[in-house]
């Protein structure tokens, strides 16, 4: 039976209007997440590229959230090798090492079956051995080569049932999606008015350097 709750949130899909929750919660990654993440240290400027809308339109999301905030994510995409494609985890530090990656890498895993994927890869750093763990714990080919490794799934066939469970499981996600509106929203508000208390600190520290010029 598809379980949406583990360790205090919840595994739904990341709904295409929903890209910016995506890109904040890579850059809330600290910087050894963001390294074994992309192979390497990246900029801030780098990730608003990598998840812009634009750049995720060809990419299957499943997200991790609590309280409506995006916490962790499994990122499918298409290779150009039809039947290959490409999975990539990402879990904010207080949220590692507690089930979360699993539980996205079996979502996705289903998500990857019903798309009639046959071959996964997983690449992650030579010492990323807890990533190597999980790909393990799903009967993962793991190769090594130049720093890196590569874990390669076989895919089984989508039994009938699989993509009924997909379905199943995307309309509990949207009904989830729905409730977590109220909690953007007020996230949304809590930017505006810092940006507007921002704005009226500058303000403030422009008239006080005005009058020190003018002293
Ligand atoms: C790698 C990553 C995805 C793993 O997700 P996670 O939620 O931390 O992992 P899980 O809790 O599901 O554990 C997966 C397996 O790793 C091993 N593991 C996890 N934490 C462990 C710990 N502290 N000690 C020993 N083994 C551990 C276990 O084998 C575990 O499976 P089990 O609990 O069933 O035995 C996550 O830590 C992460 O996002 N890291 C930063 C980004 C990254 O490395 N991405 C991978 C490149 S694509």
Redesign the pocket.
């Given at each position: 039976m598809y379980e949406p709750l583990v360790s205090g949130g919840t595994v739904r899909k990341v709904w295409d209007g929903e890209t910016e929750l995506y890109r904040q919660h890579l850059l809330r990654?600290d910087a050894e997440?963001r390294r074994?993440?992309f192979g390497g240290a990246v900029s801030d400027e780098y990730i608003r590229r990598y998840a812009d809308p634009s750049a995720l339109h060809d990419a299957v999301i499943c997200g991790f959230f609590v309280d409506g905030v995006l916490r962790?994510a499994a990122e499918l995409r298409l290779l150009e090798h039809p039947g290959e494609a490409e999975a990539?985890?990402?879990?904010e530090r207080a949220?590692?090492?507690?089930?979360?990656?699993?539980?996205l890498f079996e979502r996705v895993l289903l998500v990857a079956r019903n798309r009639q994927i046959e071959r996964l890869h997983?690449?992650?750093l030579a010492e990323?051995w807890?990533?190597q763990?999980?790909a393990r714990?799903f009967h993962a080919q793991l190769s090594f080569q130049s720093g890196g490794a590569i874990g390669k799934l076989k895919a089984a066939r989508p039994p009938p049932l699989s993509i009924m469970r997909e379905l199943a499981a995307d309309s509990s996600d949207l009904a989830a999606a729905i409730l977590d509106i109220p909690a953007h929203l007020a996230e949304r508000f809590e930017h505006a008015n810092d940006a507007a208390e921002c704005r009226a600190r500058d303000a403030r520290y422009e008239r006080l350097m005005l009058v020190d010029n003018w002293r």
């Open positions: 990654l997440s074994n993440r962790g990539a985890l990402s879990i949220w590692q090492s507690r089930g979360v990656g699993s539980a997983v690449l992650c990323n807890r990533m763990q999980l714990k």
